[in-house]
């Protein structure tokens, strides 16, 4: 069985990700993504749409506060930045 091919990366902030071609190329996530503009509460489902449940742990831990919280804004500068980084890979 061929292996599925995957986007992997390191964020600014040093997050290590690894998201699988398939996992990307899920219309339901396109739809996640085009709703988050005009809901901003679509941001839970598109994380664990794009990393599962397991590595949405894992990112969620890693920008987890002292105080134990999770900063909106930080999680959708690290959700941009993956995008980002996806398109330009698409584009290249």
């Known amino acids: 069985m061929a292996k599925k091919d995957t986007l992997k990366g390191k964020t600014k902030s ?49 920008l987890r506060t002292e105080d134990g919280f999770v900063p909106n804004d930080l999680m959708q500068a690290e959700i941009t930045e993956i995008l980002q980084k996806q398109a330009e890979l698409k584009n290249s």
Not at 19 to 28: G, K, P, V, W
Not at 34 to 49: A, Q, S, T
């Open 14 to 62: 040093g997050f290590s990700y690894s998201i699988s071609d398939e996992r990307l190329n899920n219309y339901e996530l396109v739809e996640a993504l085009g709703e988050l503009e005009d809901n901003p509460l679509v941001m839970g489902k598109v994380v664990i749409m794009m990393f599962g449940k397991e590595q949405t742990k894992k990112l969620k831990d890693h």
